[in-house]
């Protein structure tokens, strides 16, 4: 299968490229630098590098690849963009069921406690959440914006509290409620999610919706 992964130096995206490649994919790894580009697996035959802004991307450049993965990444005073990458990529592709998009969405989003507020509450609650509440918000949007899309064929996947470098391990999975594990712990690795979303994209299970992931 041919994969595009926009963002793919980042936490998320390298560890995508590797599963995918691991999985004997064709993997297109799109991102901002090529500095960071050279650290891929370049000497894979399997792996294309582009140096491209994904605000770029073509209906025709979209239509070359089955996958698309958005695991864009920005500072929070840009947040914004991750609503508009996820409308720019849907207004290209308006009416078709090709290629599949998947995007990496925040764990704010996700419902909690016994009255199932949403995470992003909880998080506002931080000392800090000034310098970084702008991302879990405008991810939250982006959800919301997917949730109106059926003639696209999307799906969002969601880590949980805290989405953290690291091989993949077991997963639970969910839809709309923050996970946790055994132990209390609500977490999800790069690997853990890069493993959750190639099974999804392999044997899909879900359709213009949202599923979660975490450590087991």
């Known amino acids: ?41 370049t000497d894979n035959p399997a792996l294309t590098t582009h140096v491209q802004d994904a605000f770029t991307l073509s209906t025709a450049d979209l239509q070359a690849t089955d996958v698309v993965i958005d695991a864009f990444a920005t500072a929070p005073s840009l947040a914004f963009q991750h609503v508009d990458l996820a409308a720019h990529l849907v207004a290209q592709l308006r009416e078709t069921t090709s290629p599949r998009l998947v995007f990496i969405l925040g764990a704010g989003s996700l419902q909690t406690g016994d009255d199932h507020h949403l995470f992003v509450d909880d998080i506002a609650k931080d000392p800090n959440a000034a310098s970084f509440i702008s991302v879990p918000q405008n991810q939250l949007k982006e959800l919301n914006f997917l ?70």
Do not use: C, Y
């Open 1 to 41: 299968m041919k994969i595009t992964i926009i963002g793919a130096t980042g936490m998320a995206g390298s560890a995508l490229v590797n599963e995918a490649l691991r999985r004997g994919h064709q993997v297109t790894a799109l991102a901002r630098s090529e500095e960071k580009l050279a650290k891929l697996p």
């Open 147 to 216: 949730r109106d899309v059926d003639n696209v064929n999307w799906v969002g996947v969601s880590p949980a509290a805290n989405f953290h470098p690291g091989d993949a391990v077991p997963a639970l999975l969910g839809t709309d409620e923050l996970l946790v594990n055994a132990n209390q712990e609500s977490g999800t690795s790069a690997g853990t999610m890069a493993v959750a979303i190639l099974d999804e994209i392999e044997q899909p299970q879900h359709h213009q919706v949202r599923f979660t992931v975490a450590d087991k």
